[in-house]
């Protein structure tokens, strides 16, 4: 039961909203974006991104869950990687996924707040993640509200992050990249992006 990138709705923006938008539409990025809610093993697209720790040996969290679908080949070929700093991203293959690409990155740790540090930290992993996926031919991206969980970095403020980069991503390099997937695991960040979407990604 793997979900094809054909069968993922697109995020089709609506006229009106009550904050101001903080982007005017490009019409550039039209039907580049999309708001899936599930389980990241399930797409069969390009690459997903993992919200790994420095080891980049597995853990919980998404992190776990894309080991246990992947196998042991993803460990060995992680193992390799000597670990990966906060806010950089590396990639490897996708093995047992049916994603051809798993590309890791590590966000911040935020249980002791949120600062400028980490905030720079979570911006980092968006960008390097697309940088890293483009470099690599990737065409289709997802990627899970990286540090929100185990790592405590509050999802309404997480989500602001998110969406800014890679709105800014693909204002730049939108020829890059077919879509981008954000893949919310919980009811309250589905309503999140749902709310949020509209000012990064507006209708006009
Ligand atoms: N698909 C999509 N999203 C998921 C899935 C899934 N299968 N499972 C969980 N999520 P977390 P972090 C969501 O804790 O905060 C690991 O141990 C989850 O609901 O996975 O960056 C690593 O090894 C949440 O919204 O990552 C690190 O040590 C989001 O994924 C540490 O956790 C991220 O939560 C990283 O912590």
């Known amino acids: 039961s793997t979900e094809s990138l054909d069968k993922i709705p697109v995020w089709t923006p609506t006229a009106g909203g009550s904050e101001p938008n ?3 539409r490009n019409e550039k990025l039209d039907g580049k974006i999309s708001l899936y809610s599930g389980d990241i093993t399930k797409l069969e697209i390009d690459a997903i991104v993992n919200a790994a720790n420095k080891t980049l040996l597995g853990g919980g969290g998404v992190d776990g869950a894309i080991h246990r679908v992947a196998g042991p080949l993803l460990k060995k070929e992680c193992a390799s990687l000597h670990g990966c700093e906060t806010g950089e991203a590396k990639i490897t293959c996708g093995y047992g996924l049916p994603a051809k690409y798993v590309i890791h990155t590590v966000g911040p740790i935020a249980q002791g707040g949120v600062g400028e540090e980490q905030k720079k930290a979570l911006r980092s992993c968006y960008k390097n993640s697309l940088t890293t996926a483009t470099e690599n031919g990737a065409r289709s991206v997802a990627f899970p509200c990286i540090s929100t969980g185990i790592y405590g970095y509050p999802p309404e403020q997480a989500v602001h992050e998110a969406l800014a980069t890679v709105r800014e ?3 730049a ?5 077919d879509r981008v997937i954000f893949c919310v695991f919980l009811p309250k960040d589905k309503e999140l992006y749902h709310q949020n979407l509209p000012l990064y990604f507006p209708a006009a």
């Open 22 to 24: 903080r982007y005017q």
């Open 169 to 171: 991503y693909l204002d």
């Open 173 to 177: 390099h939108h020829d890059k990249l």
